[in-house]
């Protein structure tokens, strides 16, 4: 009897490990992907980042990479798209605050349900359409309205970048919103408030820590993209103006990886410009990180 | 499901950079051409046959490997298209059989101990909107538009709009042959660097202000873009063959000094370059450099 009970134990125990190893292990497989990404980044990435010298890198502002004494600057990419993100995130974020704050707060439920649709299908859309529209419709537009010579500029990647970015921003803004307690507003409009006050000066800030992460998420969206932007920004190695032809950091990588030559410094260098990149996501990343267990901490208080 | 999403992005960007280098060094593994039969007979070889190299060849050396195929049914030529510069580079280490190139050698290539064989010979043309007014220009004139020295239209004969010059990016065949024969090498200043023929065809049939460069091949039957004559000299068959049309540029075949060629190789090397091989090569839309 009691032999049996423990046979049953063990039975128990055995039932138990067996998936629990499968789940750590599919666990660990994305821990792996992680690493082995990082590592081979972080190897293929050193050795040009050694050779041209880590200023000159950074901050030289030309890059010629197959000429006869090739440059290796990658200021004009940096820029580019620390530019590019801001204005993007400039005209991107309080449209998407607006709308969220509208879809959450203020819209009767139909137009609501229509909004939130659309906003969800902007997210499925593939960046190559994007590209392609605004290749078709927003270079030759911005090419009349400022009478450039070419329409493919900074301004044409922050529009098209700004668009893309909407639906994180209001889905994640939306629930932030929506997680405010209602005795918050309702408290404020016993005091006399208006809805809209209300709406303005107490359910945004009560929101601030998801509003922050959908702002970083829609910094990480915007940095990341390449094949939106290569269509629209005419990828030209300028310092970054507005109305100029430039080049993202990811754009450098996707036009000129398929030409390099295996082993030369242009290869190299172009997996370093990905490192650099790399390093920029990993601080948004923990930058977003810290802003939701900001948020964690607070609704424990 | 956002917060994934962009990671997603992150991870994805960088997954595609790190196939792209697998994809590359797969290639120099590509399987060394193992025929034993006598050399010359041609009906008789087996094996592989690798080459490597110039995109723009794509078309010729497409259509002359599958006719090859056709008659020798054992041997298996395969092709990577990876840039003229990966392919005389994958030709000095011998990591392929044949290295295509659609620029000539350097000097410090050729003392590396390889040869060119040229094949055939490509126009670059030069391309403007269907609207343009200009349809001339000498390549004098093209070379100071690519370099920013002339920035209007009217200054070469056209209407009064600024001038967009668009090029191909860094590595391509068409560019470095383009930059070569104008002498504009790493002094262009370009309104967009574009990464296909396509695009720049495209770019240039969307505005008026833009002039663009292609293979001759490319714009065959292309409605919206005129394709200018340089110097008074209309890009033909004829006059790239007799070297009259100015802006033109050579496909070679890139093999080394003193290292015998296999079987196979030797045998697909021989018929492209043979008269046999015309006919195709002027299918694709360049001139067989024999001629």
Redesign the interface.
Request: no cysteine; hydrophobic share 50%; charged share 10%.
């Given at each position: 009897m009691r032999e049996n009970m423990k046979q049953d134990a063990k039975k128990e125990r055995m039932s138990e490990l067996v998936p629990h190893l499968i789940f750590l292990f599919c666990g660990l497989a994305a821990v792996a992907?992680?690493l082995c990404?990082s590592v081979?980044?972080i190897i293929?990435g050193i050795p040009a980042i050694h050779k041209i010298g880590i200023i000159k890198f950074l901050f030289g502002m030309k890059w010629?990479?197959?000429?006869?004494e090739p440059s290796f600057g990658i200021l004009p990419f940096v820029l580019t798209s620390i530019y590019g993100t801001a204005g993007a995130v400039l005209i991107g974020v309080p449209i998407g605050i607006m709308t969220a704050v509208y879809l959450a707060k203020v819209a009767p439920k139909r137009p609501a349900a229509v909004i939130r649709t659309a906003a969800q299908l902007l997210?499925g859309i593939p960046s190559v359409v994007y590209g392609l529209v605004g290749?078709?419709v927003l270079?030759?537009a911005i090419?009349k309205i400022f009478?450039?010579?070419?329409?493919?500029t900074l301004l044409c990647a922050i529009i098209v970048l700004s668009i893309m970015i909407l639906?994180?921003i209001i889905?994640?803004s939306e629930t932030a919103l929506e997680a405010v307690p209602r005795e918050y507003e309702e408290a404020s409009m016993a005091l006399g408030a208006t809805e809209i006050e209300t709406y303005m000066k107490v359910s945004l800030p009560a929101a601030k820590s998801g509003i922050a992460?959908a702002v970083v998420?829609g910094v990480?969206?915007a940095i990341?993209?390449?094949m939106a932007i290569?269509m629209v920004s005419?990828?030209?190695?300028n310092m970054p103006g507005l109305l100029k032809?430039v080049?993202f950091m990811?754009t450098a990588?996707?036009?000129?990886?398929?030409?390099?030559?295996?082993?030369?410094l242009?290869?190299e260098a172009?997996?370093s410009i990905?490192l650099v990149?790399?390093l920029f996501?990993m601080i948004i990343?923990v930058i977003?990180n810290v802003f939701i267990k900001g948020k964690g901490k607070k609704d424990v208080a | 499901m956002n917060r994934k999403g962009f990671r997603t992005a992150a991870a994805v960007l960088l997954l595609v950079s790190i196939t792209a280098t697998l994809a590359a060094c797969g290639t120099n593994q590509s399987p060394q051409s193992s025929g034993n039969a006598a050399a010359g007979d041609s009906s008789a070889v087996s094996g592989n046959v690798s080459t490597n190299g110039s995109t723009s060849m794509e078309s010729v050396i497409g259509i002359l490997s599958e006719q090859f195929m056709l008659d020798n049914s054992k041997v298996k030529v395969t092709y990577d298209a990876t840039g003229s510069g990966t392919g005389i580079e994958a030709a000095g280490n011998g990591t392929c059989d044949i290295g295509l190139s659609s620029r000539d050698l350097t000097d410090a290539e050729k003392a590396k101990g390889l040869t060119q064989t040229t094949i055939a010979k490509d126009g670059i043309v030069m391309i403007v909107n269907k609207n343009s007014a200009v349809s001339d220009l000498s390549l004098e004139q093209i070379a100071s538009i690519y370099k920013g020295d002339v920035k209007n239209w009217s200054e070469v004969g056209g209407s009064d709009l600024a001038i967009a010059c668009i090029g191909r990016e860094a590595g391509s065949g068409t560019r470095d042959g383009f930059e070569t024969i104008t002498g504009t090498k790493g002094v262009c200043v370009l309104s967009q660097e574009l990464t296909s023929t396509g695009a720049v065809i495209e770019a240039v049939k969307n505005s008026e202000n833009a002039i663009g460069y292609t293979s001759f091949s490319a714009v065959e039957d292309q409605p919206d873009i005129k394709v200018l004559t340089v110097g008074g000299v209309s890009c033909t068959e004829d006059t790239i063959a007799d070297d009259s049309y100015a802006i033109q540029r050579d496909f070679n075949l890139i093999t080394r000094n003193g290292v015998k060629l296999s079987a196979a190789a030797q045998a697909f090397f021989n018929y492209i370059t043979s008269d046999k091989a015309y006919g195709l090569i002027r299918k694709t839309g360049v001139v067989p450099a024999g001629k």
């Open positions: 992907f992680v990404i081979y980044l293929s010629q990479s197959t000429a006869a997210a290749m078709i270079v030759p090419q009478r450039l010579s070419s329409g493919a639906p994180s889905n994640v992460a998420l990480g969206r990341g993209e390449a290569i005419g990828n030209v190695a032809s080049r990811t990588i996707a036009s000129e990886m398929s030409y390099a030559a295996v082993g030369s242009q290869r172009l997996f990905g990149l790399f996501i990343n977003l | -």
